[in-house]
């Protein structure tokens, strides 16, 4: 029996593991050869200049864009060629560069639609009480994501940096085991950034996490690994610390920055 668990803990040993992942859109080769391994709870980010690849990356992994050649594996299970819903299933869930909420409803019943979703169950008429479980969780989640005062608000009049506080609830809703997010601090004040990454710091440390940033601020100040591309290949990986030495990387990274 205890051989039996050793050889799964050591199948299943990371939460995420791409083998040689690449991606073209026609001639050009957009993702090339990625191979890059997340243990369970481990938070890291992608970074690298305009075009480096690191949205069509992200979009391959949440199944978004199918690969064209290469392995996606999730806690050991080959997910390469399941379909977003899926991988949702699995305990995969994403943000978006642009929040994605329902603007003419409300912070909670965005919130409660998300555990609905993620949570099927036989469709009811009757309206929601406040007192369903769902209804309760909708409200928890308002509360981690720091909209606890704002539940009656209309999403689409919460500021942009509400907005993707409500996006991260909606995706805690899944009670996710890997989290990606796309450019999380996109469009944030410095106010708002700060508040982000209390947030992001505050979340289950068991929880994996991946996101794309553009800023390095909250990217570095979140995660412990960093992976950098450019043109479509990983040519670096390391601490955050490490990164910041790292001369090819500030090279090829500033330099493109200001082509
Ligand atoms: N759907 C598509 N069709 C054709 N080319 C695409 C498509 N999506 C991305 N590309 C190209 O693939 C390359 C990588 O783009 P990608 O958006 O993944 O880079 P990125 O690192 O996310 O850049 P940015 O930081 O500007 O968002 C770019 O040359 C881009 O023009």
């Known amino acids: 029996m205890v051989t039996v668990q050793a050889t799964t803990a050591q199948a299943i040993g990371h939460a995420l593991e791409l083998q040689g992942v ?10 090339q050869d990625v191979s890059l391994s997340l243990a369970p709870g481990e938070r890291r980010a992608i970074i690298g200049p305009n075009g480096a690849g690191k949205t069509t990356l992200f979009n ?11 392995t996606i594996r999730f806690y050991g299970d080959d997910i390469t ?31 409660y639609l ?3 979703g993620v949570r099927p169950r036989r469709m009811s008429l009757r309206r ?10 909708a409200r928890q989640l308002a509360e981690q994501v720091g909209l606890g005062d704002a539940i009656h608000a209309l999403a689409g009049a919460l500021a942009h940096g ?44 068991g929880m994996t996490i991946l996101l794309v940033e553009h800023d390095m601020d909250v990217a570095f100040r979140v995660v412990r690994q960093v992976t950098v591309m450019h043109e479509g290949r990983v040519i670096a990986e390391g601490t955050p610390e ?8 500030q090279q090829v990274y500033l330099g493109s920055r200001h082509d």
């Open 114 to 116: 998300a555990v609905r």
């Open 22 to 31: 690449s991606r073209r859109f026609g001639g050009l080769r957009a993702v």
């Open 60 to 70: 391959v992994i949440a199944g978004d864009l199918r690969p064209t050649s290469g």
């Open 162 to 205: 509400q907005q993707r506080q409500l996006e991260l609830g909606m995706a805690l809703a899944a009670d996710p085991k890997l989290l990606l997010l796309d450019e999380p601090a996109a469009g944030l004040s410095p106010g708002e950034r700060e508040l982000l990454a209390g947030l992001l710091l505050g979340l289950d440390p």
């Open 81 to 111: 060629h399941l379909p977003p819903h899926d991988r949702v299933r699995r305990g995969i869930a994403r943000t978006y560069q642009t929040p994605l909420v329902f603007p003419r409803l409300s912070v909670l019943d965005n919130l």
């Open 242 to 249: 490490e990164i910041s030495a790292d001369e090819v990387v």
């Open 128 to 137: 929601p009480r406040a007192s369903d479980a769902e209804m309760v969780r």
